[in-house]
């Protein structure tokens, strides 16, 4: 997301993270401009939702990114999260860490994206064990992400690992039974994009809000 005003909008919503994407090619690209612009001007879990204050937490998405463009993205946009979507190996991961704990950003957590199409991608996990906080399975495609397609969420019922992970790839309003159906211990969140959006980088508002309100789970264990 980019759009001031969207950003506060869909804050209020119950989401539990939102997205900056931080690679150039990417239509959704955040520039550093952006940032200094004001276009994230508070944290804004100054909101109160339910009467609560929600606490969003930021993610920033990079694709092979070097790795000091990753740390002044993290300290200017206070990001919780960094999502890696490129092949970056588990020592990037390691030396990415080492840099930002406990100085920048001392709870920073690292999701890695891995592209799905069968049960032999998701093995790949493996590689990420003890390097990687969470996990992100996505639709293997192509191009770098952004597809809208799915795949077939069947193959994830071969993950064993400890790593939670978020399910991605193409999800849109008309898979909300879909979403329910899906059982997994260790999916913690679903990943909405594409199919939410007026334009790239701006989502449709009461899309994401009955989406969320069908499918969040309250007392359902996993996704």
């Not at 999502?83 to 890695?112: R, Y």
């Not at 069947?154 to 329910?180: A, H, Q």
Request: aromatic share 8%; glycine share 8%; proline share 6%.
């Amino acid at each position: 997301m980019r759009d001031p005003q969207n950003i506060a909008e869909v804050s209020k919503l119950g989401i539990d993270m939102m997205g900056f994407i931080f690679w150039p090619k990417s239509p959704r690209y955040v520039s550093q401009i952006s940032s200094r612009a004001g276009i994230i001007p508070d944290r804004v879990n100054t909101e109160m939702l339910d009467g609560k204050q929600s606490d969003v937490k930021y993610v920033g998405v990079f694709v092979d990114d070097m790795p000091q463009n990753i740390v002044t993205r993290v300290y200017n946009f206070k990001l919780d999260y960094v999502q890696l979507h490129g092949d970056e190996s588990p020592v990037m991961i390691d030396n990415l860490k080492a840099t930002l704990i406990p100085d920048i950003a001392p709870d920073i957590k690292i999701i890695k994206a891995l592209s799905i199409r069968e049960a032999d991608d998701v093995k790949r996990w493996r590689e990420y064990e003890g390097h990687a906080d969470m996990l992100l399975f996505d639709t293997k495609c192509k191009c770098v992400g952004g597809s809208g397609e799915q795949f077939d969420w069947s193959v994830l019922e071969g993950y064993d690992g400890n790593i939670p992970f978020l399910l991605s790839g193409g999800i849109g309003p008309d898979d909300v039974e879909r979403v329910k159906a899906f059982k997994h211990p260790m999916c913690v969140g679903i990943d909405l994009n594409s199919k939410f959006e007026t334009e790239p980088g701006l989502k449709d508002v009461e899309k994401v809000r009955a989406f969320i309100s069908l499918t969040k789970p309250s007392q359902r264990e996993g996704c």
